[in-house]
Nanobody, 122 residues
């Protein structure tokens, strides 16, 4: 089970920190990722982190603004979002990928959280 939280309404240029806590039989796994989905659009990759090594991956649209991190003891992944833009508005989902391989595609993920809404006003 994944529980995402931390979304909200923020003005452009502001910051939010999303959290995704994992529990139950979702562990062990290869990596965790954040994706976002705007209305009537697909689920797009935002960032991911490998659980053992902590290697991180980012979509170009968020590089330099967003930071993904993990707390192994808490089984939690975070997404620090700075310099937010209106185009960052979406529902943000966290997921777990159990097996080795690319972390950029949602179809390879095995578990998903319920999503948290992020709205950035201009």
């Amino acid at each position: 089970q994944l529980q995402a939280s931390g979304g909200g309404l923020v003005q452009a240029g502001g910051s939010l920190r999303l959290s995704c806590a994992a529990s139950g039989r979702t562990f062990g796994h290869y990596g965790m990722g954040w994706f976002r989905q705007a209305p009537e659009k697909g689920r797009d990759f935002v960032a991911a982190i490998t659980w053992s090594s902590g290697r991180t991956y980012y979509d170009n649209s968020v590089k330099g603004r967003f930071t993904i991190s993990k707390d192994t003891a808490k089984n939690t992944v975070y997404l620090q979002m700075n310099s937010l833009k209106p185009e960052d508005t979406a529902v943000y989902y966290c997921g777990i990928k159990s097996s080795l391989g690319t972390l950029n595609y949602p179809r390879y993920y095995d578990y998903w959280g319920q999503g948290t809404q992020v709205t950035v006003s201009s």
